[in-house]
């Protein structure tokens, strides 16, 4: 289907939040994101200290490249795609470390 002018509608790349950023939207989500985040590595500390403060640190680090693109990065698609591509980012690692979390939870302390 090669030819056609319209644009796909399900691409991420073509959504309005890509397309036309609004800065606020997506740093509250990201700032909401990392405080659940950090929180709850917060009192995964005494589990497994090493993970819980790697995944602090990685939430604090891309929580900071995201104020970094919206308040330096030229306001376009491009502003919105790198939004879109650390917002996933963020949420897959703090669904890594809290998976690493929980299995370090619950396996037998020998």
């Not at 644009?7 to 073509?14: A, E, I, K, Q």
Request: a positive charge.
């Amino acid at each position: 289907m090669t030819g056609h002018s319209h644009t796909d509608p399900t691409r991420v790349t073509n959504q309005s939040a890509v397309q036309n950023p609004n800065r606020k939207v997506w740093l509250l989500a990201s700032g909401f994101l990392a405080l659940i985040s950090i929180v709850l590595f917060a009192f995964s500390i005494p589990i497994v200290a090493a993970w819980a403060w790697i995944g602090i640190a990685f939430q604090v680090a891309i929580f900071a490249a995201l104020l970094a693109n919206g308040f330096t990065g030229r306001r376009s698609s491009y502003q919105g795609y790198i939004f879109a591509v650390l917002m996933c980012v963020q949420a897959a690692v703090a669904l890594l470390v809290i998976v690493v979390i929980a299995v370090a939870a619950w396996l037998p302390t020998s």
